[in-house]
C-alpha cells in the first residue's frame, strides 16, 4: 500500500533524534511523509528537527521544523498556530516526548519527578489541550501517545516517575478516546518494550562504560521472548496504522509492541 495518509497533517512531538541514528519520533516523522502527510515536526532541540524535517525534504516530502518546549503552555499554543497557518488543519498529533526518570519514591528528587511528569505527561495534556479543538472544528483527527509497557508492569528497573507517568497516559488517552468518540476523533496508544534507539544506547552510555555497551546490548536483546530489541520503525509502523483510516474504528487501544515481551515470565 502506498499514500495512506494521503493529504493528511501530523503534528509530531518529538520528531527529532538525540544522537545518530533513528530516535521513533524521527521514523514516524519519516514514515508518515512516505505515505503522503505533510509533517509538522516539533522539538525541544532546533537542530534535531532540522535534521528530520531534512531527511523529509530530501527524499521529496513536506516538512516544517519547529523549535518549541511541550511542557510550556505558551510555546505549545504557538507551536499549534504555526501548524494551522502553515497547513489549515492537524488531522494527526504524534505525542512521542518521553523522559526518562530512574528511581524508586525514596531515591528520586522532587526535581527529578516534576521533570519526568511534565515531559511524559503534562506535555500530552498541553498538546491535546490545543489541537483538539481544531480536529472538532474540521470533523476529526486521530491522536497518538506513545505510552511503554512500564506503565501497567515492572520491567525489572525502579523507574516510579517515568512508570506513573506513562500509566496516567493511558488513562487520559482512553478519558479523550471516550469524549470525543462521537465527534470522529480518535485516541490511542503504543506500548513500546525494549526499543533499541539513541535515547535507549544514551541511557547506558551514561551508566556503564564503553567496553560494557555490547554486552549490555546482547543482555536487552536475550530479554524478550522474540531475542531481540524492536527498533524505531517498529513503533512508526505501529503508529501509521492506528494515524490512517484503516484505524477509523480503533479508539480507546492500547498497542503493545515488545516482542513478546510484556506477556512472557521473565519481565527484568
Not at 112 to 129: E, H, N
Not at 130 to 151: C, D, F, K, W
Request: one cysteine or more; hydrophobic letters at 45%.
Amino acid at each position: 500500500m502506498a499514500d495512506r495518509l494521503k493529504d493528511k497533517i501530523a503534528f509530531v512531538t518529538g520528531a527529532g533524534s538525540i544522537g545518530p541514528g533513528w530516535g521513533n519520533g524521527k521514523a514516524v516523522a519519516t514514515l508518515f511523509a512516505r505515505e503522503g502527510a505533510k509533517i509538522f515536526a516539533l522539538d525541544i532541540n532546533a537542530p534535531a528537527a532540522e535534521e528530520t524535517r531534512d531527511i523529509v525534504t530530501g527524499e521529496g516530502g513536506e516538512c516544517t521544523a519547529y523549535q518549541a518546549d511541550v511542557t510550556k503552555a505558551d510555546e505549545v499554543a504557538a507551536a499549534v498556530e504555526a501548524c494551522i497557518a502553515a497547513y489549515g488543519r492537524i488531522d494527526v498529533l504524534h505525542n512521542n516526548v518521553g523522559i526518562v526518570e530512574s528511581g524508586g519514591p525514596v531515591e528520586t528528587s522532587e526535581e527529578s519527578w516534576d521533570r519526568g511528569a511534565a515531559g511524559d505527561l503534562k506535555s500530552v495534556y498541553l498538546t491535546c489541550k490545543y489541537v483538539l479543538p481544531h480536529m472538532e472544528r474540521q470533523g476529526g483527527g486521530s491522536i497518538i501517545n506513545i505510552s511503554s509497557i512500564a506503565a501497567d508492569r515492572w520491567l525489572g528497573v525502579p523507574y516510579a516517575s517515568y512508570a506513573a507517568t506513562k500509566a496516567g497516559m493511558l488513562g487520559i488517552s482512553q478519558n479523550i478516546a471516550m469524549q470525543y468518540a462521537g465527534r470522529n476523533i480518535r485516541c490511542n496508544c503504543i506500548l513500546p518494550g525494549i526499543i533499541d534507539t539513541p535515547l535507549l544506547r544514551a541511557l547506558l552510555a551514561e551508566i556503564y562504560p564503553a567496553e560494557e555497551i555490547p554486552d549490555r546490548i546482547a543482555y536487552r536483546d536475550s530479554q524478550v521472548p522474540m531475542k531481540k530489541m524492536g527498533d524505531a520503525w517498529d513503533v512508526a509502523h505501529a503508529a501509521l496504522y492506528l494515524a490512517s483510516d484503516e484505524a477509523k474504528y480503533v479508539t480507546g487501544a492500547q498497542l503493545v509492541v515488545d516482542g513478546g515481551l510484556s506477556v512472557s515470565a521473565i519481565a527484568g
